[in-house]
């Protein structure tokens, strides 16, 4: 069964660039044009994640996603707004909302979100709390904080092994540089230069040299993806 | 809606109405007062009087009273009433009326009209009325003097309404000419600033460092904010300008990229192109983001400001750079010197701020061998200070690299938008401090303090 997603956005050629690249990824979409379709719609619970606008007529979004966290559904909800300052993010995530990304977005920035989203909630209700993470033959141990390759131990420090940590619990998706921006340094802002590239160049390095096979691949224009094969 | 008068004529009505208020009340208080004075005088006069001449009866019965009431009376004096009336209330001595009109009955002291004929009817008497034997004796004093007294003061009390009055509205006009004279000074300014002269400010009345009046104090004000909105919207302007200007030539070269791109053939050179023209985009699209912060910030709240350690964040900060120096060729170092407690800030635009004073040190500092992060505490507050060893920028050239889009060398071509330094600075003026360059010799000391 495909996933559904329900995009709420009165912008008709944003809808419709999001639907079209969404619906090429093998999700079932769903559109409505203002808040208040939004939350009769989303009321149902059918949906895996909602995507919606701030600015909407009738119903703003964030009272709209308030309303529905009142509801008592937990839908992850993705809000892609033009209000792009670090205060609109936070306004946003209070409200109740998941994830926040600001217009104008690469798709491959808002696909790997939903990525990460959607299977978040997979997650959480299959495997309750894992001790340990293993991709291919790297394994990562949550409890003693040590990396192994291949039986190896890989010496890494605090701030990599959170990095490692969560490219490993999203291990096959595309991690792109702003989500780890926000997850493991919580800074919302561009810092500009290539700084989590550099990060993810040490990991790399420590990840693979001596080793045969790449594990942390670089996916281009739109960040990282920590898999067996490319 | 009813007609409203006008402030000055507000004003003037008001002073009228102070002035006629206190003079009545001090007239008539005088009024009263002296009134109340006579009357009593007149008693205490008329009583001793009475006391004598019924002592002068008991030694000398009749006939001495009755020399004594024509001794006492001064000839031609009819303002002294004394006289010796008979049982049926006739006069058979002295001067009174011929028949006495009030009771025959001892009598302290009464005021009253004493007799029906003649003058006497029209005329009120203060009197006592003691018997002698089978006489009486009755002495008294018409309140004509004192009725006179009170006209004259009625006639002043007429005269200070009078008084009032035209004191009040002169110093009314007066007021009211005062007080509209510094409104409309205030009010010409405003109007101008309201049709786009920002320009102009309320002159102000007092001298030196004097504290001024209600007035100056609001001219001051108003001075000041418009000094604020003047310097808002000559900001708005700059970016304005830059915005058109900064923004024309990225998009230029995207133009160009793309149809340079649709125009090869190789497939491998086209994608390289395309990527050419993703990274030109992310470029604009961070300068637009970078121009709403900057402009944001200058109206954020403090209830945005979260307690935070500027340990921490400087060592969040600079952990996140180090390895991005090292690649460089630099070396990085966080110089902790001070531990100041937390305190209320904008951690997300901090941050931004040290990370913009650090990117910069790498790329401009490339030169020399370090960059250092360093903070302390300064008489002033605390103090995040970025040094390099680079070229640095000279005195002349810092407050041009303060600028919004103010970048150093006039053509911009270097990549950068040159947003950086403004954005620190409007970080700082939101943190009430404020943000330096200095000289590190060689290179730039640039520094965040922050009270």
Sequence with gaps: ?230 | MKPRLTISARIALLSIILALVSNLALVGFIWKQTSADAVAALHREIVEQADALRAVWRTGALPALADAITQAREPGDVSLVLAIFDSRGHRIAGYAPEHLAVPLADTPFRIAVLGRDGVWNVREAGYTLHPIGTDWLLVGRPLDLIEAQQVAIERALALAVFLSLMLGAGTGLVLARYVAGRLNSIVAVIDAAGEGDLSRRVSLVRAGDDEGDAFDRLAERLNAMLGKIEQLMAELRVVTDSLAHDLRSPLARLRTKTEQAVLIADPAQREAALGGLLVETDLIMRMLTMVIEISRSESVTRDRFTLASPVELAEEIGELYAPVAEEAGLRFLIEVEARPAPLPLHRELMSQALSNLIDNALKHGASGEQVTLRLREGTEGIVFQVEDHGPGIAEADRAQALKRFGRLDTARTTPGAGLGMALIEAVARLHGGRFELGDNAPGLVARLVIP
């Design chain 1, 1 to 230: 069964m495909s996933r559904k997603i329900l995009i709420v956005e009165d912008d008709a050629s944003t809808a419709a660039y999001v639907a079209k690249g969404l619906a090429e990824a093998g999700y079932a979409v769903e559109q409505c044009g203002d808040g208040r379709d939004g939350l009769f719609l989303a009321s149902e619970g059918i949906f895996d994640l909602i995507i919606a606008d701030r600015m909407l007529p009738r119903l703003d979004g964030l009272a709209m996603v308030s309303a529905i966290r009142a509801a008592g559904i937990s839908t992850p909800v993705l809000i892609l707004s033009a209000l792009a300052t670090v205060d609109d993010r936070v306004d946003g995530l209070k409200a109740g909302a998941d994830d926040y990304l600001c217009k104008p977005f690469s798709f491959a920035e808002l696909s790997a979100r939903i990525e990460a989203l959607v299977r978040r909630s997979d997650r959480a209700a299959s495997e309750p709390t894992r001790t340990k993470l293993s991709v291919g033959d790297l394994e990562i141990d949550l409890l003693a904080r040590t990396v192994t390759r291949a039986g190896k131990i890989i010496p890494v420090g605090a701030r990599e092994f959170n990095l490692l940590e969560f490219l490993a619990r999203h291990a096959g998706q595309v991690v792109t540089r702003t989500m780890m921006l926000e997850k493991i340094w919580n800074y919302h802002f561009d810092p500009g230069s290539n700084v989590v590239d550099v990060h993810i160049g040490r990991l790399r390095r420590k990840l693979e040299e001596g080793f045969g096979t790449p594990i942390l691949h670089t996916v281009r224009g739109a960040g990282y993806r920590l898999a067996v094969e490319g």
